[in-house]
């Protein structure tokens, strides 16, 4: 009796052993270094869920270039929800601060980016929720750039962040 009850004490001892030192090290992992998010909808297809499958692809989020590398047009990145905190989009970075976005989308026809700020989008315009709709975003709610496609096995790739052609014409960039 004794031994059974040594065992089952050494074995919630384990288990919370396990997660007062886990949960701080997978916390740091995430915040640091990156995670794997599942991206659902068709506000980025092409690029993302290119088929109207039941499978959805899922991306390595890179958070440790959050930390050391400015924005460019072009990267997707997660950003958090301005209106939602624990809602999470994956869109494209369109322009940066300084720039002027034209959209026939927004409340306004064009818009000036101002500082500390980005115009993101999702490739699919008619699926996405997105600056057009809630305009400028804080760079402050980007979370991590995604860098690949991790699954399924046979979409294995490095992202582009080849600016889509359609939004060229849109933006005035002062930057450059």
Request: hydrophobic fraction near 35%.
């Amino acid at each position: 009796m004794f031994r059974r009850f040594f065992q089952k004490q050494y074995s919630h001892f384990s288990f919370v052993s396990g997660v007062v030192i886990g949960l701080p090290i997978y916390i740091t992992c995430k915040d640091y270094f990156g995670y794997i998010a599942r991206v659902e909808g068709a506000s980025m297809q092409p690029t993302l869920n290119p088929c109207q499958e039941s499978n959805c692809d899922v991306v390595f989020l890179n958070s440790w270039i959050t930390d050391y590398e400015s924005f460019k047009r072009g990267e997707i990145v997660a950003i958090a929800s301005p209106y939602h905190r624990n809602v999470s989009y994956i869109k494209r970075i369109i322009a940066l601060e300084g720039d002027i976005v034209w959209t026939p989308r927004y409340k306004k026809s064009h818009v000036f980016i101002p500082k500390g700020h980005c115009w993101v989008e999702g490739d699919n315009k008619s699926a996405s929720l997105d600056s057009n709709s809630f305009g400028p975003v804080s760079i402050g709610l980007i979370k991590a750039k995604a860098t690949y496609i991790i699954w399924p096995p046979h979409r294995w790739q490095k992202l582009s962040f080849d600016m889509p052609h359609s939004t060229n014409n849109n933006i005035l960039s002062v930057n450059d």
